[in-house]
């Protein structure tokens, strides 16, 4: 008879445990450790009984810290009615207060500072990518200490606290635009549901039109006041076109007067127009003339409209506003002498137009209607010309150093006089209320007159100050509009740009320097006084920015 099955496992008996002897206990410890401390532990946590008086102290501590949170309702729990910070008593070594400030916040000092830089000597004129740090040409080392707060303050220059992460009031926080939202109507859902209404911030348009319509300006300066004739205060933003470079190098470059718009031109046919905001400089739009090299445009002083020409028979008026473009053909009656409109220069009024002719003539145009009103007529050939203050004046200078002095209201010459040593004009500006005439010559020179001194010698005024700073031609004249800086630049040699200070008539010296990227300057430009930007292109492409604190 088959013995019975004993593979039930449910009817089966677990085999007896085996007791240790001591030799096994004593090898298990040397191989695994003693556990029987961390065993006993485990379980004093799990009941609640410690094994030394200190422990019994702090747990007895923290249970009157938390108070009876065991007969706290689950409500009171989620709501948050018990803060955290009640549940930890407050000692005199807690770093971070209940009130969320810490001690570092209200003393001001830094977290860590390294001793050692005091000790540390940096020289910044033998590196040239620190010289952009100095505050006067002879400032050579500094301590460690020294050099990091120039190095701060140089990249707060460069990025600026931005105004999102600025604390601001209610009333001068933006708008919402508010958007209605419909839910997708599931089968399940009610036939009367009401629209969702959220709250989204919409994006900022930067378009043309949206700043036209504006009354935004130029950031303005905090404090505007004389300039110091020594140093220039001056920093470097982002290039004006690096979000849209130009293919060509620049040949031309106007502000606007009220609106924060930079208008650059050149010989790849296109106007563009960026919105200087000192940050990334968008670009606002762009005009490309088919067949018109540009070498001059410009803002009408109504801001509205874009006046360009190159060398060509014509020159187009584009109306900011509508988009409207218009193409000026010709000049009835004086087409001989005006075979190109690349050079011209608009009244500060905004009503005439003058056109550098040939055979020593100046035309003067409406600038409005483009349409023919008077013509000067010179001897030689005109080199440059300039508009007074108010358009009641304007000056043409021939290459012979000659400058005769035409009134736009009595239709004549009123004075013609001769610069000193003035062999090869080619260029003049006026600049302070007309109260300062600058000249410049093909040898680099350049005479700045002051008008209101009135030293005339039979027709020879003698100027203030010759300057001998650069010594190729002078085709950059460019006044500030308050009349206390003059550029003046040379495309004929790498890096030929100089700052002068008004009335001093003296050179900065601390810039540019010879790390400043300037390159071959073709044209400048100053934004309005309150603003403080100064701009210039080369023949590189570049519009490099800058600001003047």
């Not at 504006?214 to 076109?241: Q, W």
Request: overall charge negative; proline content about 5%.
């Amino acid at each position: 008879m088959a013995p019975e099955s004993t593979g039930d496992l449910q009817t089966q008996k677990p085999a007896p445990t085996r007791l240790k002897d001591a030799a096994e206990e004593e090898l298990e410890k040397l191989v695994f450790g003693d556990l029987t401390g961390f065993q006993a532990g485990l379980h004093a946590d799990r009941d609640g009984d410690y094994s030394s008086e200190d422990d019994n102290e702090v747990r007895l501590s923290f249970n009157r810290a938390l108070g009876d949170v065991e007969q706290m309702e689950d409500d009171q729990v989620d709501s948050g009615s018990t803060k955290p910070t009640d549940l930890v008593p407050a000692t005199s070594t807690d770093l971070v207060k209940v009130d969320g400030s810490d001690s570092e916040s209200e003393t001001g000092k830094p977290a860590w500072e390294d001793s050692d830089d005091e000790r540390l000597t940096i020289s910044l004129s033998t590196n040239p990518r620190l010289r952009k740090l100095r505050t006067t040409e002879l400032d050579d080392v500094i301590t460690g200490t020294e050099y990091t707060k120039r190095l701060r303050i140089q990249y707060e220059r460069i990025n600026p606290i931005p105004d999102w992460s600025l604390p601001q009031k209610d009333s001068e926080r933006p708008k919402k635009s508010r958007r209605t939202l419909r839910q997708s109507q599931s089968p399940e859902a009610s036939s009367d549901e009401e629209d969702e209404v959220m709250d989204i911030d919409l994006p900022t348009n930067n378009s043309l039109a949206t700043l036209l319509q504006s009354s935004s300006t130029y950031t303005k300066r905090s404090k505007v006041g004389k300039l110091p004739p020594e140093t220039l205060d001056i920093s470097r933003l982002r290039d004006a076109n690096y979000l849209a470079p130009s293919h060509s190098g620049i040949q031309s470059l106007s502000f606007h007067k009220t609106h924060p718009l930079l208008l650059s031109a050149g010989f790849d046919h296109v106007l563009r127009l960026y919105h200087i905001d000192k940050k990334t400089n968008p670009p606002a739009t762009s005009l490309y003339l088919q067949g018109t090299p540009i070498h001059t445009a410009a803002f009408h002083p109504d801001g509205k409209r874009v006046i360009a020409g190159g060398r060509r028979r014509y020159f187009h008026i584009w109306d900011l506003e509508s988009g409207k473009v218009e193409k000026i053909t010709r000049i009835y009656g004086n087409q001989e002498h005006q075979k190109s409109m690349e050079k011209f220069k608009l009244s500060p009024c905004g009503r005439f137009m003058a056109l550098c002719g040939a055979h020593g003539y100046v035309n003067i145009l409406d600038a409005k209607t483009g349409q023919w009103v008077s013509s000067v007529v010179v001897e030689g050939v005109v080199a440059d010309i300039s508009w007074s203050i108010g358009g009641k004046t304007l000056f043409v200078a021939n290459k012979g150093g000659e400058i005769w002095e035409w009134s736009s209201s009595e239709r004549k010459i009123e004075s013609r006089w001769v610069d000193e040593g003035g062999v090869g004009l080619t260029t003049i500006s006026l600049g302070g209320n007309d109260r300062w005439c600058a000249v410049g010559s093909q040898s680099g020179v350049v005479n700045i007159y002051d008008r209101k001194e009135k030293v005339k010698v039979e027709g020879h005024p003698t100027p203030k100050r010759a300057l001998g700073n650069l010594v190729t031609g002078i085709n950059v004249l460019e006044f500030s509009d308050d009349g206390q800086l003059l550029c003046m630049g040379s495309k004929d040699k790498r890096d030929a740009l100089r700052m002068v200070h008004l009335p001093t008539c003296t050179v900065f010296k601390n810039w540019p320097t010879t790390s400043t990227p300037v390159g071959s300057i073709m044209c400048a430009s100053f934004a309005g006084s309150a603003s403080g930007l100064f701009a210039f292109g080369n023949q590189q492409g570049k519009v490099r920015l800058w600001e003047i604190r």
